[in-house]
Every structure is written in structure tokens, then in C-alpha cells.
């Protein structure tokens, strides 16, 4: 786990991203300020009760464009927001905690569940954990560095 972030750590408004706490290494993800929330694509969304705690059962698909490498995931649900997506349809998403390393850098971050099939990026990542470090220069990608080449390759036209 890399040092804590302070104000000047810049990125750009696509980076690599890993979600260690659920096995994703890399995953490329959109920073986007107008978005309170993050958000990470999730399929087969099922909701259950274990021991009177309220857990969330998903897939993760972490490559654009490919259902390669899917991870199953469960987690207990922190939290329902209500979402207006960018055209403005409104839906219940279940949140979940997970730990987002971002330029060397592990944050915890609150993550919206919702199918991103249609979207150009399986993560967004919000402003919500952008404050805990980050400004974002709209100009520039990939500041934290790529992906190893073999993901990179996995990733390529999938």
C-alpha cells in the first residue's frame, strides 16, 4: 500500500486502476469529476442474506469490450443510492467498499454496481475518491503509467 496522496498528485482522466480486494490487477478506468460516485461494471447482481448481514454476489468483467477473465465476487452491501446516469434515467444501485489502487496510491472507495456493457470504460472512478488525493487534468491519460504490456495486449480490441 503506496503513501497517501496529497493534492499534487495529478492524473489524467483515463488511467490504470487495480482492485486488489476482489483480484483485479488492471483494469482501465475513466476519472470523472462530474460523477459523485464510482462506479464498476457488474453482471449477475444477486442480493442475499448471510448470518442477518446483507451481501451482494456479482461478476466482473475487467476488460472492455470481453467477458475474458471474469471475477465472482461477494461483499457485504454498504449502502442503495438512487443514480441519474448522464441521460438521466435514475436507478437503485448497491453499493459496495472496496480498496481502489490509483497511481501507487490504495484509497478506499465507496462503488456503485451497474452494467456498463454500453459504456466505454468498465470503472469510473468519482469525485468521492478523487478527494482523497487526486486532481484530474483532462488533457492527459495514462499519467501513473500502463498497464504490463501483456495486459495491455489482453485488453487491445476485446
Do not use: Y
Amino acid at each position: 500500500m503506496g503513501e497517501p496522496p496529497h493534492s499534487s498528485t495529478i492524473a489524467g482522466w483515463r488511467e490504470w486502476v487495480a482492485l486488489p480486494g476482489i483480484g483485479v490487477p488492471w483494469m482501465k478506468a475513466k476519472l470523472d469529476t462530474g460523477a459523485r460516485t464510482s462506479a464498476l461494471h457488474a453482471f449477475d447482481v444477486e442480493e442475499f442474506t448471510r448470518d442477518g448481514e446483507e451481501q451482494v454476489r456479482f461478476g466482473v468483467h475487467p476488460w472492455q469490450e470481453s467477458d475474458s477473465d471474469a471475477v465472482i465476487v461477494e461483499l457485504p452491501v454498504h449502502d442503495r443510492r438512487s443514480v441519474r446516469s448522464s441521460s438521466g434515467h435514475v436507478d437503485e444501485r448497491v453499493v459496495v467498499l472496496l480498496d481502489l489502487v490509483l497511481m501507487d496510491h490504495t484509497m478506499r472507495a465507496e462503488v456503485t454496481l451497474t452494467n456498463r456493457d454500453q459504456m466505454g470504460f468498465r470503472m469510473l472512478v468519482g469525485r468521492e475518491a478523487l478527494r482523497q488525493g487526486f486532481l484530474v487534468d483532462s488533457d492527459a491519460s495514462f499519467l501513473g503509467g500502463r498497464a504490463p504490456r501483456a495486459a495491455r495486449r489482453r485488453n487491445r480490441g476485446r
